[in-house]
């Protein structure tokens, strides 16, 4: 199995996932990687000032120059696996190995985001339509994250796609431990996009500001980081703006909730975030917005809340902290339904049932197989 393209596994782990899970398998995994360095709130910048738009071009150029020599040594591989954010990557790709299936890990779609981050360009959304859509016929296999995603693929290409759940990397595994604090200890980590739902957190922290059972740690930053911290006003919070990747997974596990999203828009109530997957198996309680996917994912081990609702979300976070039993048995509960769901053999069990079967399907200009 070969991992292709110029996504960054250190900022974005779920290539480590994918890779994790077909090692897991007994595959021997490749990589050939080099990374863009520009995450999606850069390349989002970029598309809204015209202008910048060959300063991408420029970097892609370059970073494709190196994965084209670097895939010299990378022949006679059974698939290529396109990472994160590889909507040009998966072009190269079928350049590279035109006679090999190529997966693409379509996580991310380009204009649902813009549309998420408040992009109003009526020709921006519809280029970015239009990427989504080549990327996606470009591929043997499309993944995507939820069924509700699934269906949001174009119709020629719907029947190639397969869901592959976000899951977590295995470092993020931490049985649930009872912590020496009298203090119930809430994190919430994330780049506050509009999906995250970033200022009902904060709206909420307002609301517990007085509550001395809790501390609660909020990491990153991004766009609407500015007003959560002045919505929120309270002082048992600690602001941090950035872990290194790899020391992330204990902080977390250090805690005894981990907040999930509360965004309202529509792709918010599409997706099962990272940070639910991930609080889960560092052994947390997730509090989350009730949605159909969320719900799917995490069945009974999460509690729910309406998204966009505050004021819930501190009721919530208040019953928690006066049932103590009920908070262990959240912690319990997330760390079992991640210990059997979302392991990275787990996350790829229905990719690689695809991969098993006889045929390969054909993805447009493809060669046949």
Request: positive net charge; glycine residues 6%; hydrophobic residues 50%.
């Amino acid at each position: 199995m070969l991992f292709f393209g110029t996504y960054d596994a250190r900022r974005y782990p779920r290539v480590r996932v994918l890779q994790e899970g077909f090692a897991a398998l007994g595959d021997e995994v490749l990589e050939c990687n080099v990374p863009l360095r520009l995450d999606t709130a850069a390349r989002v910048k970029m598309l809204r000032r015209p202008w910048l738009v060959p300063l991408l071009a420029a970097k892609l150029a370059s970073t494709w120059i190196r994965l084209i020599a670097r895939s010299r040594r990378c022949r006679g591989v059974d698939l290529v696996v396109v990472g994160y954010m590889g909507h040009f990557d998966v072009h190269l790709a079928r350049l590279l190995w035109p006679r090999t299936p190529v997966a693409l890990d379509h996580l991310v779609s380009a204009r649902d985001t813009a549309l998420d981050r408040r992009v109003s360009s009526r020709w921006l959304v519809r280029v970015l339509d239009w990427l989504d859509r080549a990327a996606v016929h470009a591929a043997h296999f499309p993944c995507v994250d939820t069924a509700e995603h699934r269906e949001r693929v174009c119709a020629a290409a719907r029947g190639r796609a397969v869901v592959v759940p976000v899951g977590a990397p295995s470092d993020w595994f931490y049985p649930p431990v009872q912590h020496a604090s009298e203090r119930v200890r809430v994190v919430f980590f994330g780049s506050f996009t509009p999906l995250q739902g970033a200022p009902v957190i904060g709206e909420a922290l307002r609301l517990l500001a007085d509550d001395e059972r809790f501390a609660f740690t909020i990491v990153g930053r991004g766009q609407d980081y500015e007003e959560t911290r002045a919505v929120a006003r309270a002082a048992n919070v600690e602001w941090i703006d950035w872990v290194e990747p790899e020391y992330l997974p204990y902080l977390v596990a250090c805690h005894d909730v981990c907040l999930g999203i509360f965004g309202t828009g529509p792709k918010a109530l599409r997706v099962v975030p990272n940070k639910v997957f991930q609080g889960a198996a560092a052994g947390t309680a997730i509090v989350t917005s009730d949605t159909p996917p969320q719900r799917q994912e995490l069945g009974n081990a999460a509690a729910y809340v309406p998204a966009g609702d505050a004021s819930a979300l501190a009721a919530e976070l208040r019953k928690l902290a006066g049932d103590r039993d009920r908070l262990w048995e959240l912690r319990v509960a997330a760390f079992g339904r991640a210990n059997e769901r979302f392991h990275p053999a787990a996350v790829i069990e229905a990719l690689n049932a695809r991969l098993s079967a006889p045929a390969v399907p054909a993805a447009a200009g493809s060669v046949a197989a």
